[in-house]
């Protein structure tokens, strides 16, 4: 198994550019979510994901849009980037549900100019 | 807002100390969930204690759960310079609210 893999590792985007983070699992896992972490401030839940075709909003959802089409994929779309949004973002997922042991991905650094 | 907070924010100790981090949070929860980071690494998960366990262990980690007093302790024993890392608690609110929210992290160093 891969596990959770994410792509790119890194990124560098100009202020309003749009693009997507992506995030795939193969272990079947139901729950899926999205943090970002910024010095000092630990990791914060952007959106989740309690199985196809179910997202929710976390603590930080704005200027940031998903979907979960297939129970593999999680993609994160961010659509006009801005400074506040340099971060490094980490795709995580688990069997069922938030409660469960989470697995994570290996993160995206983003840097928004 | 933060469920979780983490103290000390930062810990350095000398291989073969022991290391005690500790994680406060504001509402009732299910389970507390402990995870190592590395640097420039995804998490980890390291142990989960549930609402109605006091204490747990794994190899040389200890986690207790005071429920009264709405915190949690680490205790790694013996620590080896390997054990450099962030530590992290994380919390679901008790009404299976689907939000695991992350404390900001307690950083350990292990000076060989």
């Known amino acids: 198994n891969a596990g959770v893999t994410q792509t790119p590792k890194f990124q560098v985007l100009k202020t309003g550019q749009s693009m997507t983070l992506q995030c795939a699992q193969d272990?079947?896992?139901?729950?899926m979510s999205w943090y970002r972490q910024d010095p000092g401030m630990g990791l914060r839940l952007i959106h989740y994901?309690?199985?196809?075709?179910?997202?929710d909003q976390g603590e930080v959802p704005n200027g940031y849009n998903v979907s979960r089409s297939t129970t593999e994929d999680f993609p994160l779309r961010l659509l006009s980037a801005a400074p506040s949004q340099t971060s490094v973002y980490f795709c995580?997922?688990?069997?069922?549900?938030?409660?469960?042991?989470?697995?994570f991905g290996p993160g995206t650094r983003l840097t928004v100019l | 807002s933060q469920q979780g907070e983490e103290d000390p924010q930062a810990l350095s100790i000398q291989e073969g100390e022991n290391a005690t981090m500790n994680c406060s949070y504001k509402?009732?929860?299910?389970?507390l969930q402990w995870y190592r980071q590395n640097s420039g690494r995804g998490l980890v998960h390291l142990i989960l204690?549930?609402?109605?366990?006091r204490e747990k262990h794994s190899g040389r980690l200890r986690v207790t759960l005071d429920t009264s007093k709405k915190s949690s302790s680490l205790l790694i024993t013996a620590s080896r310079a390997a054990d450099t890392a962030s530590y992290f608690c994380?919390?679901?609110?008790?009404?299976?609210?689907?939000?695991?929210?992350f404390g900001q992290g307690t950083t350990l160093q292990v000076k060989p």
């Open positions: 994901s309690v199985g196809a075709g179910i997202t």
């Open positions: 204690i549930r609402s109605n366990e």
């Open positions: 509402t009732s929860i299910n389970n």
């Open positions: 995580a997922s688990s069997y069922e549900t938030s409660t469960d042991t989470q697995y």
């Open positions: 272990m079947n896992h139901e729950y």
């Open positions: 994380a919390t679901e609110g008790s009404g299976n609210t689907g939000k695991l929210i």
